[in-house]
């Protein structure tokens, strides 16, 4: 059958798709926070101090700060990947959730534009969780944290559209590991979480231009060191492109799945 | 055609590759009306009523609802209607309350509007009780009911059910009957599938036997019954031993027309019931005489074998 190809409308309906989940998480706030802060305090006090004792310094700053500001980058991806894949599949296709939404007035459009929203606030949610820790660590401070919520919230859209097209592929559960595998693991491993990436072979550095993560660490790395990112514009176009060009295949495909 | 067509098809058409699932078929629905489809698995119900909410992309023939064409106002169509699916889909981090509440907003309704509203759908469903309890916790004909009147909350003028009361007891079936022909009298438009024939008996004025995606015959549930079976028939049922030239015998001479299902013999007749002493006398069989109803036109017209 023919694709319905045409551009998604952005409307205000997604704000009550959006409403919905944070409805939902709100009833599972404490667990939810728990992780948020529990994972990465282990992250930070264990790597952070553990092997910030060897190593002192990275790129000029403490080993605990460069990898704090890594961490922040890659939960956000983390978290954005696994709403978009596990939250939005068990919506999409065991609860019917979505089935109930399209029989109310709104449609694939408003649906998908609502859990990127979503996916991207909890990105923000996770991502500002160790801003705090870091903070409280004393690896991270400065005013010019701010700027991370409008990147962390970017970065979030932009790791949400490619995991809803997954769902919107995947016939069950396990499909996903495929994509964390052979792309999420990857990027945690190749895109500058851990060290800078110009140790890496030439070849494994220009790839890694072409993945979001390195973007997303350039920008949050300088913010919240205290610098200042250089770049912007080209790192900004990256992860915008990927939420876009994400968010238009993701409507695609969840159209295909669901009107037929 | 009459002015007051809530729903209106023509040559409505889905096709699946070379799969006609519904095939050039035509109706009009009135306002108050409650129209019925009616046919085996498969018949293409459910693939008609994702049409009608815009789920399920036209191939071919035209469909309007409101007099508003679906392939291009189908949400503006949806906020007039209610639709209650042929599997649940509650939200299940809801409560029962907040399943309406919520529901409520994706139709943009105000929060004190709904604050007063979600009382009285939970009465109407009967689930006052179970407001704050969520879905998992309730029986599959509470969450029926839950289904039913979360379709209302939009007050819809159009509310759509699919196979309603499958699997449910006679207790809630009877009472989800009661709401439909409750809001009918409200002026309510309602249109159902149903496998049961004595729910399209009982609530529908109007309805459509379909099969294979065709249509096979249309009219009140009086009307159909006239037109396609005798008034009465007699179901024989072997225990043993029945001969069958004997039985064959017997309603050749009564004027009956003799089915076969299993190890049931149908004699429909005008009048059965003079074949009943015959029948009596055999020990080894029963027997039941009744009046015939839509389940002997429905199988009389969609056959009597086995769906898969
Ligand atoms: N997406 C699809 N692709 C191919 N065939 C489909 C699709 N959806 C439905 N069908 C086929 O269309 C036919 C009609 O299905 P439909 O669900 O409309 O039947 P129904 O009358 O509602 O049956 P039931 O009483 O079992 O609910 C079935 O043969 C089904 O296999
Ligand atoms: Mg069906």
Redesign the interface.
Known sequence: ?AL?LRVPRLRS?AI?VL??NI??WR?LIGPALLMNFGEPTFYLLGLGFGLGAYIGQMSDMPYLTFLASGIIASSAMNTASFEGMYSVFTRMDQ???Y?????????CDDIIAGEMLWCATKSLISGVAIVVVAGLLGAIGGWQLLWLIPVLFLVGLCFAGPAIVMSALSPSYDFFTYYFTLVITPMFILCGVFYPTDTLPQALQSFTQILPLTHAVALVRPLAAGGEPGGVVLHLAVLAAYALVGFYLAVVLVRRR??? | MRGDAVISARGLTKR?GADSVVDRVDFEIHRGQCFGFLGPNGAGKTTTLRMI?????ITEGTLTVFGQSVASQ???I??R?G?V?Q????????TVA?NLA??G????IEPAQLEKRIPELLDFADLRAKANVKPDALSGGMKRRLAFVR?LI?DPELIVLDEPTTGLDPQVRHLLWGRVRELTRRGKTILLTTHYLEEAERLCDELIIMDHGRILDRGSPRALTRRHVEAEVLEITDCGGLDESWVAQLSAQAGCRLERVGDTRYCYSNDARSMIPQVESHRQLTYLHRPSNLEDVFLRLTGRELRN
Do not use: W
């Open positions: 059958m319905d309906a009550l409403k919905r409805k939902v009833k609860q019917g959730t089935d109930a939404m399209l029989a109310a007035p709104l449609d669901l009107i037929r | 699946y909410l815009g789920h399920c992309p189908a949400k503006s949806r906020q209607v639709v699916a599997t649940d889909n509650l939200d299940p981090d809801f907040e919520v529901y907003t994706f139709f943009g379709a939009n």
